[in-house]
């Protein structure tokens, strides 16, 4: 609502794209949010890089 008051009447396509970068923004928030444990960083995991983890790619 508030982004169809503010953007919508003019910019429909800018209100629909700050409405999905916000959707992925807090949908992203929420799941690194309550995906983090409690044991943070891990024990098994040295600098936090779990063992089967590709050399090749940046952790």
């Known amino acids: 609502m508030i982004l169809y008051a503010t953007l ?10 700050a ?4 959707t992925l923004w807090f949908t992203w928030f929420l799941v690194t949010w ?3 444990s409690d044991s943070y ?3 098994w995991c040295p600098n936090n890089v779990p063992p089967w983890w590709p050399s090749f ?3």
């Open 41 to 43: 960083p891990d024990p």
């Open 8 to 17: 919508g009447r003019r910019h429909r396509g800018a209100a629909l794209t």
């Open 57 to 59: 790619l940046p952790a």
């Open 34 to 36: 309550l995906g983090m």
């Open 19 to 22: 409405g999905l970068i916000f």
